[in-house]
Each structure stands twice: as C-alpha cells, then as structure tokens.
C-alpha cells in the first residue's frame, strides 16, 4: 500500500529502524573490539622493538649526557605549556574568555588520560567533555581541542618543507625524502580541504537530533570564525610554530645526549614527519610508528636501527613521565565529579 505523500508507509518506517539498529550493533560491537586490538598491535611492536634496544645506550651515560636529558625534559615541558597557550589562544577566537592558568589542570589531567588510561577515552574527548563543564554549550568545547589540533596539523608539514629546503642535502635520501615530502603535501591538503568545506558547506538540516552531525557543525563555524578573523589566526598559528618548534629542539637535545651527530635541520624535517605518523590511532602512543618513521628517516643518515628505536622510545618515555604531572589532578577531578555526581542523587 503506497504510502500518504511526505510520509514513509509504516513497514518502510520498521525496516529503517531495523536496519540502523543492526548497523548500531555492529559499530558497536566493532568498537568494543578495537582497544583490545590495539593492545595486541601495541605487544607485538614492542616484542620486535625490545631485541633492539640496548640498556647502555638508552641510559644516559655520563653527566653531560644526564644533563642534556634533563634539558630536554625541560624544554618538553615548556612545549606543553606552550600547547596549553595555543588551546586558550583559539579558545580566545572563538569568544570563549579562559586563562591559560585554568586550563593547566585540565590539559595536564588529559595528558594523564591519554597516556595512562588508553582503553577508555581520549585525552582530547576528555578534555573536551571537562571544559563543557564549565562554558555554556559543549559546542565551542569540542570545537576548541579540535581546531587547537587542527593549528598543530598545519604547521608540522611547513616545518618538515623548511627543513628539507634549508638543507638540500635531505632531498636526496630517497625514499626517507619522498616519504617526508608525501606525508606534508597530503596533510596540508587535507588541512586546506577542511577550511573549504568549512566555508562551502551549509549548515546540516536537523543536525541538532544527533550529537556528532551537532559536533560537526560547531567544528565548521567555529573553523569560519576563526579564519575570518586574520589576527586571531597569526596569534593561535604563531604559537603552534613555537609548540612545534620546541618539540623538536627536545628531541633534538635528546639525540644529543645520545652522542647523535644529527644536524637541527635533519630534526627540523624529520621530527613533524614522525609526528604526523604517529598519531595513526594503531597502537597506544604511537609505539612502533614512531620508531619504525625514525628508522626510515634517519638510516639514510648513517643512524642504525637501534639507535633510531632508542630515540622514538625516549622521545616517548620523556612524554609519558611529564604526563604523570596530571595524575593528581586527574584524581582531584574524579573525587569532585563523584561527590558533585552523589549531591545530584540526593538532590532528586
């Protein structure tokens, strides 16, 4: 029987809600089982990592070398504060008035997430789920983490051009230099892609009846409002290229405490590259990416591969003891959100 013009007849209306639940289960179903992948991917890369690092290598020897790990330590930690000023700068662009000093906890506590407690949620969704608390909407909050990502994208492959260009000698290491040049043309049109379509794309019909199409949408304007504002976008740009750069003078530092003769231009060009593989959602902090993208990179330097495997995993190591900055106040916030959560119960 054919159905009243404008409505769906009711056995088509069942077999839509039939197939969508099914489609539903299986997405469901399909991400229940992706953390446990990942731990599987995670343990094979670490069981053909671990024959190749050597103890007398990766500990740092000497107290130059000591020295020189704990510089990088440092700067690393200056990065994150730097990424802290990029996420409050485009907070900033969006409309939304927050210090970088109260933000501090919040990123801190998200590293902690990211890093500690990989089989949960993210340290971005978390963040953004955190800051929804405290600004009217979740919109802007979701927006925020996303475009502060968005602004790290952009820069990395212009960093690796400039190094290769700086240092033509880099040109020519064959596939480690196609590779590099690859991965920074298809990011920078992937990044330049999302700012068209932010601009030539309307707005979604009846996108506020599902939360991601109403992410999505906040994600887009936000990108306009922030593009359409050229200083707000020198401002957030201008500390990415200073978060950015900071990252690779800490592993650059690292590469010397390892009596490493690499030059900062072959870390200019290579250390974004690594960057941008690494987060490839495969394995649990980028293990194995990153060392196998080093490996790539920089044997044609003369680098072997258990040098290059100890340098992705103190790169690494370094990141997760500053992460553990954030586990007292990932604590404090899990003790306020159950105490704010129980006041609610008795409340009702």
């Given at each position: 029987?054919?159905?009243?013009?404008?409505?769906?007849?009711?056995?088509?209306?069942?077999?839509?809600?039939?197939v969508?639940?099914?489609?539903?289960?299986v997405?469901?179903?399909?991400?229940?089982?992706?953390?446990?992948?990942?731990?599987?991917?995670?343990a094979?890369?670490?069981?053909?990592?671990?024959?190749?690092?050597?103890?007398?290598?990766?500990?740092?020897?000497g107290?130059?070398a000591?020295?020189?790990?704990?510089?990088?330590?440092?700067?690393?930690?200056?990065?994150?504060?730097?990424?802290?000023?990029?996420w409050?700068?485009?907070?900033?662009?969006?409309?939304?008035?927050?210090?970088?000093?109260?933000?501090?906890?919040?990123?801190?506590?998200?590293?902690?997430?990211?890093?500690?407690l990989?089989?949960?949620?993210?340290?971005d969704?978390?963040?953004?789920?955190?800051?929804?608390?405290?600004?009217?909407?979740?919109?802007?909050?979701?927006?925020?983490?996303?475009?502060?990502?968005f602004?790290?994208?952009?820069?990395?492959?212009?960093?690796?051009?400039a190094?290769?260009?700086?240092?033509?000698?880099?040109?020519r290491?064959?596939?480690?230099?196609?590779?590099?040049?690859?991965?920074?043309?298809?990011?920078?049109?992937?990044?330049?892609?999302?700012?068209?379509?932010?601009?030539w794309?309307?707005?979604?019909?009846?996108?506020?009846?599902?939360?991601?199409?109403?992410?999505?949408?906040?994600?887009?304007?936000?990108?306009?409002?922030?593009?359409r504002?050229?200083?707000?976008?020198?401002?957030?740009?201008?500390?990415?290229?200073?978060?950015?750069?900071?990252?690779?003078?800490?592993a650059?530092?690292?590469?010397?405490?390892?009596?490493?003769?690499?030059?900062?231009?072959?870390?200019?060009?290579?250390?974004?590259?690594?960057?941008?593989?690494?987060?490839?959602?495969?394995?649990?902090?980028?293990?194995?990416?990153?060392?196998?993208?080093?490996?790539?990179?920089?044997?044609?330097?003369?680098?072997?591969?258990?040098?290059?495997?100890?340098?992705?995993?103190?790169v690494?190591?370094?990141?997760?003891?500053?992460?553990?900055?954030?586990?007292?106040?990932?604590?404090?916030?899990?003790?306020?959100?159950?105490?704010?959560?129980?006041?609610?119960?008795?409340?009702?």
């Amino acid at each position: 029987m054919a159905g009243v013009e404008g409505y769906e007849p009711i056995d088509n209306q069942k077999a839509t809600v039939v197939v969508l639940d099914r489609r539903a289960k299986v997405l469901a179903e399909l991400k229940s089982y992706w953390p446990k992948l990942r731990f599987l991917l995670s343990a094979i890369m670490l069981v053909l990592i671990i024959p190749h690092i050597r103890l007398s290598t990766i500990l740092p020897q000497g107290k130059a070398a000591i020295k020189l790990l704990l510089f990088a330590t440092l700067i690393a930690l200056v990065g994150i504060l730097l990424s802290i000023l990029r996420w409050q700068r485009v907070l900033a662009a969006l409309g939304v008035k927050r210090s970088p000093l109260s933000l501090v906890k919040m990123y801190f506590a998200a590293l902690f997430v990211s890093n500690f407690l990989p089989s949960t949620i993210g340290g971005d969704v978390a963040r953004a789920s955190w800051l929804s608390l405290q600004i009217p909407g979740d919109g802007d909050a979701v927006a925020s983490v996303v475009l502060e990502r968005f602004s790290g994208w952009l820069v990395l492959p212009l960093i690796t051009l400039a190094g290769l260009i700086i240092n033509p000698h880099l040109l020519r290491l064959g596939s480690a230099t196609r590779l590099a040049v690859v991965l920074a043309l298809v990011t920078l049109l992937a990044m330049f892609g999302c700012v068209l379509f932010a601009f030539w794309s309307g707005p979604k019909v009846g996108g506020s009846r599902f939360k991601v199409r109403m992410y999505i949408e906040s994600i887009r304007l936000g990108l306009i409002r922030v593009v359409r504002s050229p200083r707000r976008v020198l401002e957030v740009l201008a500390v990415s290229l200073m978060y950015q750069l900071v990252v690779v003078a800490s592993a650059f530092e690292i590469a010397n405490a390892m009596s490493l003769s690499l030059s900062w231009t072959v870390m200019l060009a290579f250390v974004p590259a690594v960057a941008i593989l690494q987060v490839v959602p495969v394995t649990f902090g980028g293990l194995g990416l990153r060392e196998g993208a080093f490996i790539l990179f920089l044997r044609p330097l003369g680098v072997s591969t258990s040098h290059a495997i100890e340098l992705g995993l103190l790169v690494y190591t370094i990141n997760l003891a500053l992460s553990l900055l954030g586990a007292p106040a990932f604590a404090m916030g899990q003790r306020s959100r159950q105490k704010e959560s129980s006041e609610a119960e008795v409340e009702c």
